[in-house]
């Protein structure tokens, strides 16, 4: 292993972009409203605030967020279930941000939905957002089928669907007492192009009387 694989981490990885644009640390700094020599802190870290690193990738237009989805040592932490907490809680982050503009873009209302019903227990996983009224529903780091102790099983009839150029996987569950399908996703990281994409499918597959807009 190089030097250079070595130290490889968020604060190597924005250094590397910040040099890779011609940056000096000075100009990176006015641009995020920190100080130089603060900057060189940001440079050394092996973590780091979401929300700097959210400004980070908004004025460097990179998305450090996806790079982190998709090389978990990068945030500095090694215990698994750690680093599936920090994915899906980026992935939520993104999604709550980022989903509204999509729904608006393809003249879909955004009424979003999420919560525990009271009368369903904390051990039974349940989808954590819903797109109203159409029972469009999102289940965070795992569709609602395959995550443990899921028995809505046993009162449907799911019917998994792949997008062949994406690799999307889409849940229909076709509850067996009379009542609305649903639909189900996984909520894991994707950037606004990739829900957009994401949606189009859905809605075009298995929403045949809502006309999304074409452009």
């Not at 028995?151 to 849940?171: C, H, I, P």
Request: charged share 25%.
């Amino acid at each position: 292993m190089n030097k250079k694989e070595l130290h490889k981490n968020i604060g190597f990885l924005i250094k590397e972009e910040v040099e890779r644009q011609g940056l000096s640390a000075k100009k990176f700094g006015e641009m995020i409203s920190c100080e130089r020599a603060n900057v060189y802190k940001i440079f050394n870290r092996t973590n780091i605030d979401t929300a700097l690193l959210g400004l980070i990738s908004k004025v460097l237009k990179h998305d450090f967020f996806l790079d982190i989805v998709k090389d978990p040592s990068l945030s500095g932490v090694e215990d698994e279930s750690a680093l599936k907490e920090i994915a899906d809680r980026m992935a939520v982050s993104q999604f709550v941000e980022v989903i509204p503009k999509v729904l608006a873009k393809l003249g879909i209302e955004p009424l979003i939905s999420f919560g525990r019903p009271l009368d369903i227990p904390e051990e039974i996983p349940i989808p954590e957002y819903q797109i109203n009224p159409y029972y469009l529903t999102f289940s965070v780091g795992e569709l609602l089928f395959d995550k443990a102790n899921c028995n809505y099983s046993q009162a449907a009839n799911v019917k998994r669907f792949t997008d062949e150029n994406s690799g999307l996987q889409v849940d229909l569950w076709e509850f067996i007492v009379p009542g609305p399908n649903l639909v189900n996703l996984k909520l894991d990281y994707k950037t606004e192009d990739e829900w957009e994409y994401a949606l189009r499918y859905v809605f075009s597959h298995f929403y045949s009387n809502c006309n999304i807009i074409k452009n």
